[in-house]
């Protein structure tokens, strides 16, 4: 695999699609390129983001050999640092290009949101006080991957703030949020001998195994309000995803080892998609 996909963790890229899809569907029009231009928008800042925290854990030393999981391409290696912050503000960049489109077509006040965006995504895992090792990181995934993304989906093609979009944010955000938890899970160990306090070291191991499964049952708790703000049945067949989401509480709550926390990683990358995908599906029908 190119060193560089590999380095963009594919298997976290469905906290940047879904959100683009069920904004999309919850507006009333639709124009292809702005759908489009928003998937850009998110697939680049969340490559961009894994891309900076493999860079400045990279340098930092906070990636060691014990780490469990996908390899960091810097820690290990396989590509120098200059060429790592490269490749970040090159996805940062082709993020930007594709948000000033959309703010020149809707609303240039969108500029200031996609300054934030950016800030927040290198201020992850960057500067001099990063907010992830100040066990902020869970909140900003929710606010951006899920809030930002699915309300602003819905904006950039209504050009204005729909209210099924934000209910159905709500759900977006938390299973966002619950892929970054089983991801922190995973690497108490090696971030806290590396001084990385997140929200999993702080909480613990069964703390952190409780705010996962907490976080992806409540992800189905909107879907009944959703139906009522829409006057649809037809988001509810995001229930559908159900069987996905048990089958990875099941697997992040028997793992006691970090390897087996991979594959609760993938299984809940894969329900936040057909999670994302199907209640898409419900709200561009109903």
Known sequence: MNVYVEAARPRTLPAAVAPVLVGTAAADAYVAWRFFAALVVGVAIQVGVNYANDYFDGVRGVDTAERVGPRR?????????????????????????????????????????????????????????????????????????????????????????????????????????????????????????????????????????????????????????????TASPWPLIAFAALPLAVHAARIVRAADRPPALVRGLAATGQCQLVFGILLAVGLAVG
């Not at 940062?92 to 290009?97: D, K, S």
């Not at 299973?175 to 999993?200: C, F, M, Q, S, Y």
């Not at 907490?214 to 309000?225: E, H, N, T, W, Y």
């Open 73 to 229: 391409a810097v820690a290990a290696g396989l590509v120098v640092p200059a060429r790592m912050r490269a490749a970040m503000v090159g996805a940062f960049a082709v993020a930007g290009v594709a948000g000033l489109s959309l703010a020149a077509a809707v609303d240039w006040e969108l500029i200031a949101l996609g300054v934030l965006c950016l800030l927040a995504a290198v201020g992850y895992s960057g500067g001099p006080r990063p907010y992830a090792s100040a066990g902020l990181g869970e909140l900003f995934v929710f606010v951006f991957f899920g809030l930002v993304a699915t309300v602003g989906s819905a904006y950039v093609q209504d050009e204005a703030i729909v209210p099924a979009s934000v209910v159905a944010a709500v759900s977006m955000g938390l299973l966002a949020t619950a892929l970054l938890v089983v991801n922190n899970l995973r690497d108490i160990p090696t971030d806290e001998a590396a001084g990385k306090r997140t929200l999993a070291v702080r909480l613990g191991d069964e703390g952190t195994r409780a705010l996962y499964l907490g976080m992806l049952a409540a992800s189905f708790f909107p879907l009944p309000l959703l139906a009522g703000t």
